[in-house]
């Protein structure tokens, strides 16, 4: 029997996968790996065989760029995400029929469950969602991905998550339709979301950013972040020397987002930075910008961000749950700057813990804004304050064995041994 973990979505869906895969297969679990071309190499880093997807993620970064009114509403985006998963349902139903045998288990993130637990039915095996935050139905605000929207009714709480929860779990509906079909099963009669709580639900996040609900269910697991193994990879010679050239510099960034902010978004960072007095590490928005740029701006491919994130003076992200989490492990100051969906929450925790000033929406952000958050976050009355109080909740959360607790949990749940 095998595993088989679908990273459908960008590198913050696809590289816990990976690493969970990696873990398996070093402890003599067969584990593959299912995710799109570009991120072929990232999720064969660890260890895992890959079964890679036909197609990539950049119509989805173009939807968005065409559709800007869309992308800065959280039913647009909803909207733009679920358009993007029926682009890619029939190459991934593909890849995931390949990889996917008799009695195999089959793990899928938010986008990826409903179809997980179709493949699990068709072929005798077992299914669990792998969620990265916190999306489930629960009355603690904290708790929430959402938690902007909360009320002091605990009902209207639960009964708005819920309902979240179903929309959420109803994005990757195209997939399920497609998989459905392609296997010769009916089409599915009622939500998603309620499939999806009938099996293992497993929470990779750290409870101290994602505080687990006392109100969730025997079914749902908090199992921890899956941090990659350390030491996993090393830095450029072109980035090491930059980084040895002169003080830290600040990590300003959006992740798989990087390539919507366009060619310009290097001579932005280059102001921002001369007006906050500091040099910056960025995502290059393409192959041909990787380097140094204009001013004191050095822009980065393919790079670690565990062995980056901590030779900076602070790290600016879009406040995804990879970066939101790396962020912390590193021990350095960090804020986020959130386009949408989970992103507001975790920038709001990061705040919460006091590892950095409140979230700053990308939107609003000019380069006069920006080099002001730069300042405030490593230069400013408050950054000793940061400092120290990341270097503590850093030290907490490296603590935190996510991937093994995980791997625990499914040996418990049989998701590992024989169905």
């Known amino acids: 029997m095998a595993v088989v973990l679908i990273g459908l979505g960008s590198r913050g869906d696809v590289q816990p996968m990976a690493v969970l895969g990696g873990e398996l297969v070093r402890r003599g679990v067969r584990a593959r790996v ?46 733009l995400l679920r358009r993007w998963v029926r682009e890619v349902s029939r190459p991934f139903v593909d890849a995931t029929l390949q990889a996917a045998g008799p009695g195999d288990s089959l793990l899928g993130g938010v986008l990826a469950a409903g179809g997980a637990a179709v493949a699990a039915e068709a072929l005798g095996g077992r299914s669990a969602t792998v969620l990265f935050t916190g999306q489930l139905p629960t009355s603690y605000a904290e708790s929430h991905c959402f ?33 459905r079909s392609r296997v010769g099963l009916p089409p599915r009669q009622g939500p998603t979301s309620e499939a999806l709580d009938r099996h293992p639900i497993l929470v990779a996040a750290s409870p101290t950013l994602v505080p687990p609900p006392p109100d969730r269910p025997p079914t749902v697991h908090h199992t921890g972040f899956l941090a990659p193994p350390d030491g996993e990879a090393t830095l450029p010679e072109g980035l090491m020397s ?75 992200h879009h406040g995804g749950a990879g970066s939101a989490h790396t962020g912390l492990r590193s021990g350095r100051p960090s ?76 040996e418990r749940v049989g998701l590992i041994g024989s169905p």
Do not use: C, K
């Open 147 to 179: 938690n902007r929207w909360f009320r002091p009714w605990d009902a209207y709480n639960r009964w708005g998550t819920a309902l979240s929860w179903r929309v959420a779990a109803a994005l990757g509906d195209p997939l399920v339709a497609e998989l």
């Open 335 to 410: 804020v986020a700057v959130p386009f949408g969906v989970d992103q507001p929450y975790h920038g709001g925790r990061l705040a919460a813990l006091g590892v950095g000033p409140a979230p700053v929406p990308f939107g609003s952000l000019g380069p006069q804004r920006l080099a002001r958050l730069i300042s405030d976050l490593v230069d400013g009355p408050e950054a000793p304050r940061y400092r120290d109080r990341a270097r503590e909740v850093g030290a907490t959360v490296r603590e935190e064995d996510g991937v093994g607790r995980t791997i625990e949990v499914m």
């Open 242 to 316: 930059f980084l040895s050239s002169g003080e830290p510099p600040v990590y300003v960034g959006a992740g798989s987002l990087a390539p919507s902010t366009g060619e310009g978004g290097l001579e932005f960072l280059a102001e921002a930075g001369r007006r906050a007095g500091r040099r910056i590490v960025t995502i290059a928005p393409s192959p041909a910008h990787v380097g140094a740029g204009p001013g004191e701006v050095y822009a980065v491919s393919d790079v670690s961000f565990e062995q980056l994130f901590p030779r900076t003076a602070g790290v600016i």
């Open 34 to 79: 299912v995710a799109l071309e570009e991120y072929a190499g990232l999720a064969g880093r660890y260890g895992a065989e890959v079964v890679p997807v036909r197609a990539t993620l950049q119509s989805a970064l173009e939807g968005a760029a065409r559709h800007r009114h869309l992308a800065g509403t959280p039913a647009g985006q909803g909207w």
